[in-house]
Nanobody
Framework: VQLQASGGGSVQAGGSLRLSCKVSGRTFNRNVMGWFRQAPGKEREFVAAISWSGDSTYYEDSVKGRFTLSRDNAKDTVYLEMNSLKPEDTAVYYC????????????????????WGQGTLVTVSS
């Protein structure tokens, strides 16, 4: 399974970005997808996750109401819409995948994911 993340960039506080993660090499439809981020000098932390059916999503508290995770199974792609961006959102963002038989399951821990993308940098200036 290969994950290709894209969409990062530099924006001012209050701006928006949309990250994409395209999955290839295996059945996308049964993969839980998650996003994590890692700021300089900090641990990689959970941001959001979506079940493979798309009916369940979960967000880290600091991004609730600002970030929206969705998926297009026909395009093997997940999208992280990020609005009202803050300087503290600055980080390298990584998408991750894990196969599951539970269509409504999602995962929030790093070690629960098997496949990872290469990361895309998001920089938010004040």
């Amino acid at each position: 399974v290969q994950l290709q993340a894209s969409g990062g960039g530099s924006v001012q506080a209050g701006g928006s970005l949309r990250l994409s993660c395209k999955v290839s090499g295996r059945t996308f439809n049964r993969n839980v997808m998650g996003w994590f981020r890692q700021a300089p000098g900090k641990e990689r932390e959970f941001v959001a996750a979506i079940s493979w059916s798309g009916d369940s999503t979960y967000y880290e508290d600091s991004v609730k109401g600002r970030f929206t995770l969705s998926r297009d199974n026909a395009k093997d792609t997940v999208y992280l819409e990020m609005n009202s961006l803050k300087p503290e959102d600055t980080a390298v963002y990584y998408c991750a995948a894990r196969l599951t038989n539970n269509q409504s399951a999602y995962f929030v821990k790093r070690d629960e994911y098997r496949y990872w993308g290469q990361g895309t940098l998001v920089t938010v200036s004040s």
